[in-house]
């Protein structure tokens, strides 16, 4: 058994056969988590979820990337649109899908239901980013009081954290620290691309690490190899960030089945067996998703 700790089968990438991708998967013993970046998406997670009974799950929270500052242009991936768009007008998938201000109390309601385990994938993002460095400081400012509202209601409802961040791992530590009041106690640094001393940073907080089909890509100043060797297998997680970071040895659009080749990876760099490299990540993600 697996579990892909991170896919996105409520985008729209999926809006035509997501029960046959959902079923290929669990016919397989690969569980998974579908995670929310902005209301919609949060909300069709939950959907899908309570479709089934056992072994599909939700996240909800508001990307930075859909976070509202009025300082940048956001270039929307279409297939990151929530999948019941289908067949709506762009002005109607505009509406939305596009920038939202993080509504604590709609997101509250949300995770009222029972197939919610999580907060996420909430954090920071710098990739798309403002040019002048007076615009740029109050983008950086919106993302961390966005953060830390949604810090506060993970907090609030004892749930764990899905971090995102691309382009901001000391900023985010640095937050984490400032604001210990509302660090949670358990999450996990989703997808993690950083440095050693980050990556030491995020255990020492005793969170897990994410890694997904980004670990077989070149990154300058990154080596993935090092970071998985020093992370402790009972801190590590598997996923596969779908429908993005397809494995190297697929063509085409990813989806949970493929968590067996990230397991298959981390697995030969631990040199332990596939098998083992399982067990072990299956029963992390239980824990820390109480599932």
């Not at 959902?22 to 479709?51: C, F, H, P, V």
């Not at 960030?241 to 067996?260: F, Q, W």
Request: proline share 4%.
């Amino acid at each position: 058994m697996l579990i892909d700790t991170h896919a996105h089968l409520n985008f729209n990438a999926y809006k035509k056969d997501a029960a046959e991708v959902i079923k290929r998967a669990l016919d397989s013993e690969i569980w998974m988590i579908n995670i929310g970046t902005q209301y919609e998406t949060s909300k069709r997670a939950i959907e899908i979820a309570e479709k089934y009974p056992q072994g599909i799950y939700a996240a909800i929270g508001l990307h930075p990337i859909h976070l509202e500052t009025n300082l940048v242009k956001i270039k929307i991936d279409p297939a990151e649109l929530p999948s019941a768009t289908h067949g709506a007008s762009k002005e109607e998938i505009g509406a939305k899908t596009g920038e939202e201000n993080f509504d604590y109390e709609k997101y509250k309601k949300l995770a009222q239901s029972e197939k919610v385990v999580a907060i996420g994938e909430i954090g920071l993002d710098y990739y798309y980013k403002p040019k002048t460095k007076r615009k740029l400081e109050l983008f950086k400012e919106k993302q961390r009081m966005d953060l830390c509202q949604q810090l506060e209601l993970a907090k609030g409802l004892n749930l764990p954290v899905i971090f995102h961040c691309r382009m901001g791992h000391r900023d985010l530590i640095e937050l984490l620290k400032e604001n210990q009041e509302i660090r949670p106690k358990k999450a996990v640094a989703h997808g993690f691309v950083g440095n050693l001393e980050e990556l030491k940073e995020y255990l020492s907080f005793g969170y897990y690490i994410g890694f997904n089909g980004i670990i077989f890509k070149n990154i300058e100043g990154i080596n993935f190899e090092e970071n998985i060797k020093n992370t402790p297998l009972d801190k590590i997680l598997i996923e596969t960030d779908c429908p993005y970071l397809t494995p190297l040895s697929i063509v085409g659009r990813n989806e949970p089945l493929y968590v067996k080749y990230i397991a298959e990876r981390i697995a030969e760099i631990k040199k332990i067996s596939f098998e083992k490299l399982a067990e072990i990540t299956t029963q992390n993600a239980k824990k820390l998703f109480n599932i």
